[in-house]
């Protein structure tokens, strides 16, 4: 009797194990399915940000080399500032602001014509770092016309200019 109780024992440790693997390997697969479903989820985010601006520049100084004469012309130097502290600017060219007076020439006397003066414009072509400086010269000249300019003698037109980006 000792041998069946030695079998009936044993049958009994077979048929533990017999439930125990298959439901130990429906737990591992149960875990391995939520493993799975976490590395293969998905979503969607957004967010905003903000752009900024530009200061704008300035030109200044604006000096003239000697006097102006009907049929002459002199140098003009002047400085673009860029007035940001936080982004560089490229600047296309400098010309005359015609918003100013005619030819961007203000300041002129009674008689004396400001047609007869002319800036020449600048092609400065570049990028100005923030905070920073480009200097650049151009030509004003004053036309030699067969009205009298004696009214234009002594006087000190003042050149306005600006920066013209419409062909960047």
Known sequence: MHT???NIALMRKLMRKRILIPVAAVVALAFAGVAVAYFTSSGTGSGTATVGRDSGVTISPVTIDGP????GQS???FTINNTSSDTAVRVGKVVADLSAGVNGISGLPAGCSAADFHFGDVVVGTEI???GTAASTGTLSMD???????PCQGTSPILNLKVDNTGL
Do not use: F, I, W
């Open 4 to 6: 069946d109780e030695r």
């Open 68 to 71: 102006l004469y009907p049929g």
């Open 75 to 77: 140098t003009v130097h």
């Open 129 to 131: 770092a923030a905070r």
């Open 144 to 150: 030699n016309t067969s009205a009298n300019q004696d």
